[in-house]
């Protein structure tokens, strides 16, 4: 009875067998980024809306967006599974598409160290045209590990998780490809669009052409957009991170081993041949 | 720069002291309910309205709601912190006000066993009339610990960690006041708010006027409402729950002990001392 997970209309109740897995591999990869020197923070998933305009988020992809407001009372009920905008008040609230925002909103304003490096974990959320089980959901979590600091710093640590997460892949015998990408943070922005095609920033982690994880170089927009400075001269910030999408990994695991538990002891026999980062 | 935690409009951005705090007492109310053999379980943060409204939130508390809603496209970013009605869609999901919503709509149209347990953290919202730091937020962390059985069965788990949780506190040099208290969540129901008065179904545990942790006793309303039975005559289950509000439980600490590094010390004190459950 309580064992079975249900993926329902984009949201997934995970029963105890699917959650231990997933508190698994987030666990797996809040260590690599702890072991890294990472320190761990937490975040809201929803912000004022000025917060993620400010990030450019309903710029580039108004059509995910979810916002949130109340209610004007009295109200009644919904009606047909909605509340009418009749029935709500303006919304000031969006919700996350990504969990890394947490990380510039709490740098905001401040100069850091040169190899800054946070972790944390999110719900994340995204009004996808269509859902797909665990594999395309429309609340999520996602495990983020976050470079801030110097351009080469944020290069330096996209590397070794870029290694880290193919050996991971590899040990675990599922068949991933590795694809340039373009960040759909950056999709709608011509000359960065452009840009991008010349230096790719975003490398994805695909198995059965699902993106599991990615690793993303931002340059310094988040760098100037948060005011977040950089050694003495008041240099931007570059950040780069390196994004886990924790119900995809439990959608190829359970292709692939089966059953949760099956899956958790191949994570760990994976974890022991991988050895400390 | 990255060790200073932010609390701004009801939300609040936690530095890693404060987050390795609150995971600290995240895993310390976890491990109480494994080892009263509650199986882990993971919910989303939010629900379609119609869910929600099935178990009468937006008659209960409509003033506390938050629903969300995608954005017309194309559409002009917010203006003055806000999207208008203008911009917005219709609002088809609800922020979910408490964690263990998760728990009963997992077992919807189920059979359970007679001492189910089960636990489970979640994001929650509340649109309260003020905010005020760590102590009133409008997204926070809730742990709970959900029993779903029969009425001996909710009444023993909720003895067990009323118990548990004075003696916690005890440990921690906090001064609590278990108050009985009306459950919000039938707070505007005229039988039940009787009943309630009748035979208290709500304990909270108040350090400083903030209540940091409650135990409920449902009786069936969860169990009629999301069809869960037990036993093989088909009678409508129980339900029960202990909820720990976390980012409350910083607050008070924080207070008490100076530093959230002084505050972890005296945890992990107080738990040697409290022993096993």
Redesign the interface.
């Known amino acids: ?3 079975r997970s ?1 993926v329902d ?1 984009g ?6 067998q ?3 897995l ?2 698994l591999l987030d666990d797996t990869f809040r260590d690599w980024g702890v072991q890294a020197g990472a ?12 917060a993620l ?1 400010h990030l450019d988020v ?2 580039n992809f ?2 995910l ?7 004007t ?3 009644d ?2 009606a047909q ?13 969006g ?1 996350s598409t990504a969990t890394c925002f ?1 990380a510039y ?3 905001q304003d ?4 040169p190899d ?1 490096l ?1 972790t ?1 974990v999110n ?1 994340c ?1 995204r ?1 996808e045209d269509h859902f797909d089980g665990l594999r395309r959901l ?2 999520f ?1 996602m495990r983020e590990i976050v470079a801030i600091g110097t351009q080469a710093h944020t290069k330096a640590v996209i590397a070794r998780f870029r290694e880290r997460v193919e050996e991971f892949l590899t040990l675990l015998a599922l068949d991933v490809r590795v694809e340039a990408a373009t960040d759909p943070f950056f999709e709608a922005g011509g000359v960065r669009a452009l840009l991008q095609k010349m230096e790719p920033v975003k490398y994805e982690f695909q198995v059965d052409g699902l993106a599991i994880a990615s690793v993303n170089t931002h340059r310094n927009f988040f760098g100037e957009r948060c005011r977040i400075t950089v050694g003495d001269d008041g240099a931007t910030a570059f950040t780069g991170c390196v994004a886990f999408g924790l119900e995809r990994w439990l959608a190829v695991l359970l292709d692939h081993y089966g059953t949760a538990e099956k899956a958790r002891t191949a994570v760990d026999q994976a974890l022991r041949e991988l050895g400390p980062g």
Chains 1, 2 share one sequence.
């Not at 967006?65 to 109340?70: D, F, P």
């Not at 401040?110 to 160290?113: F, Y």
């Open positions: 009875m309580s064992g249900r209309g949201l997934a109740l995970l029963g105890p699917d959650t231990a997933l508190r320190g761990e923070i937490s975040a809201p998933p929803l912000y004022p809306v000025d305009a309903y710029v108004p059509h967006a979810l916002v949130a407001g109340g209610l009372t009295p109200t009920g919904p599974g909605r509340f009418t905008t009749g029935q709500t008040a303006d919304a000031h609230l919700l947490g909103l709490l740098l401040t100069r850091v160290a800054t946070l944390l719900r959320f009004k429309l609340s979590q």
